[in-house]
């Protein structure tokens, strides 16, 4: 509709400009005034249509009603990640290693390394323990004591913005391929309730951020829980001790 009126009042203020051409610069003005005048009813009429730009240091990448509904945890994780330590698995695989599990290449550079990235990108001090490396959480604790902040993969595809790989491996379009259209659905889970201490992941200045990886599977859903609740629930726990590195 725009285009059409502005290109329907063009034509006229030619055809105009060569029937009166002593008339010039009244007509040249009267285009601009109403140019200027349909742009300015356009926009009122539309207004209620904008999309809100929000700010990456209360919002990361989307809009804040989508974590209403649970569907970009990178909407909530830097707000409990911010300030705390947050420690990891100290797991890191070969290309080799990835290959001989079936997993694309690609697998043995992001695993982890994204992950850290966005910690740190959200204010976290991240610590490796490569005795957690065995760690996984049992189906049982999954389904009584985390609740699912949603799909990550988006997340993790934007995280491109902050590692330090070369060009074919670091950019938009080989993110935007591994995690959007080669993975499965990844999912972020959370452990909201207090632990022992009567902390939880809003409260604690120590957070556990476990991925669950296999041989099986090449997509690696996030755990986050207290320090205190991973040492008393899932270090101790053997049904917790994973066969899976």
Request: glycine share 6%; proline share 4%.
């Amino acid at each position: 509709m725009k285009t059409v009126f502005a290109l329907s009042v063009t034509i006229a203020v030619i055809l105009l400009l060569l029937i009166k051409k002593e008339y010039r610069i009244r007509i040249i003005t009267g285009y601009t005034g109403i140019l200027i005048l349909f742009n300015l009813a356009y926009d009122i009429l539309l207004i209620k249509n904008t999309v809100p730009f929000y700010r990456p240091f209360s919002q990361t990448y989307y809009q804040k009603e989508f974590a209403q509904g649970g569907e970009y945890p990178d909407s909530l994780l830097p707000l409990i990640l911010k300030g705390k330590k947050i420690y990891v698995k100290d797991d890191p695989y070969t290309i080799e290693e990835a290959k001989a599990e079936g997993k694309d290449y690609l697998y043995a550079y992001y695993h982890g390394v994204n992950l850290v990235n966005f910690a740190k990108f959200s204010g976290a001090e991240v610590i490796k323990d490569e005795t957690m490396n065995d760690s996984a959480i049992p189906g049982s604790l999954r389904e009584s004591d985390f609740e699912c902040l949603g799909m990550a993969n988006d997340m993790f595809r934007y995280t491109f913005l902050m590692n330090d790989f070369w060009e074919e491996l670091g950019n938009y379009f080989t993110y935007q391929w591994y995690y959007y259209d080669h993975l499965d659905p990844i999912f972020a889970y959370a452990n909201i309730l207090p632990d022992k201490g009567g902390k939880d992941v809003y409260t604690s200045d120590e957070l556990v951020i476990l991925w669950d990886s296999s041989h099986e599977r090449e997509e690696e859903d996030i755990y986050l829980m207290t320090k205190e609740y991973y040492d008393d629930r899932i270090r101790k726990d053997p049904e917790s001790i994973s066969s899976k590195r």
